[in-house]
């Protein structure tokens, strides 16, 4: 005999509040199947939303893995193998060989407790990273990267505003419906910056001059939520600050895989031609100088 946004929240965490929240206004408003509806349309913008971030991403994290491979491959397998040649050069060996060699040699020397050490290392980082002081560091650090912060920023605008448009839809006050939006906000500094302003907003502060404060809504949407906030169409402002943020984020993040992937190639083939470089170096030098020494 229970209602139905009750029997949802009884579940905990398995549903979101956003979810809970929807059907509870559709109850009391009695269009349940309209609030259901707006929130499987949330939920499927969403949801297509992050597929494209993880489709985006996969061939530069490819491209990644594979370059860190390739340089282990030569630094801990072919180098050694040449290591015998280049003892007959003595002391004549340039500079970057030395280095290249001496790099090898360790990790070759210390590969029983260092490959140990990276697996305890980034298991310990895993399981900070999934605390609430690791994972606030992490997503505050990441708002300062270039291009980065910027495509966080602006998914997060879009993700709160359709979040408030879908609960201010079903019938939610402000107050209410702002708490829960701001818990769907992914990155943990901008929910922070953002459920620091309830109070404000429960003073009898304007809606827009409570984000101003959070320090981190975009100009252009702020406009948009104060002209919706003065014309009485605050959720079909919101939808459309929503749809902008999504266009917005999507051309965001087309440029950082477009730059990624360069990056990544010029970084990594960098020093993949320097390991050849010090590899054939000294060959070269014989070559030119005449017959090997010691032969």
Do not use: C
Not at 101 to 127: E, K, R
Not at 162 to 183: C, D, N, Q
């Amino acid at each position: 005999g229970a209602a139905l946004s009750q029997a949802f929240a009884a579940q905990g965490t398995t549903f979101p509040r956003i979810y809970t929240a929807s059907i509870l206004a559709g109850e009391r408003s009695g269009a349940l199947d309209e609030v259901l509806s707006r929130y499987v349309t949330y939920m499927r913008r969403s949801v297509g939303l992050r597929r494209k971030i993880r489709g985006a991403l996969a061939y530069p994290t490819f491209l990644l893995l594979a370059s860190l491979g390739m340089v282990i491959f030569l630094t801990v397998y072919v180098v050694p193998k040449m290591s015998d040649l280049f003892a007959g050069f003595g002391n004549d060996l340039p500079t970057p060989t030395k280095i290249v060699l001496a790099i090898s040699g360790w990790m070759t020397g210390n590969v029983f407790w260092f490959g140990p050490l990276v697996i305890v290392g980034s298991i310990a980082m895993i399981i900070w990273s999934r605390t609430l002081s690791g994972r606030l560091t992490i997503d505050t650090f990441m708002l300062k990267l270039p291009l980065v912060g910027n495509l966080l920023v602006q998914l997060s605008v879009a993700q709160a505003a359709r979040s408030l448009a879908t609960l201010l839809a079903g019938g939610i006050t402000l107050v209410e419906s702002w708490e829960i939006a701001a818990e769907s906000i992914t990155n943990l500094e901008l929910r922070r910056r953002s459920s620091a302003i309830l109070p404000l907003i429960r003073e009898g502060l304007s809606f827009t001059e409570s984000l101003e404060t959070s320090k981190w809504m975009p100009e252009l949407a702020l406009d948009m939520v104060g002209i919706g906030e003065r014309s009485g169409s605050l959720r079909e402002m919101l939808d459309e600050v929503a749809t902008f943020y999504d266009g917005e984020s999507e051309v965001r993040l087309e440029q950082l895989t477009t730059t990624l992937e360069p990056a990544i190639l010029v970084v990594m083939g960098g020093i993949v031609v320097l390991i050849l470089l010090a590899i054939y170096l000294p060959i070269i030098q014989s070559i030119s100088k005449g017959p090997m020494i010691g032969h």
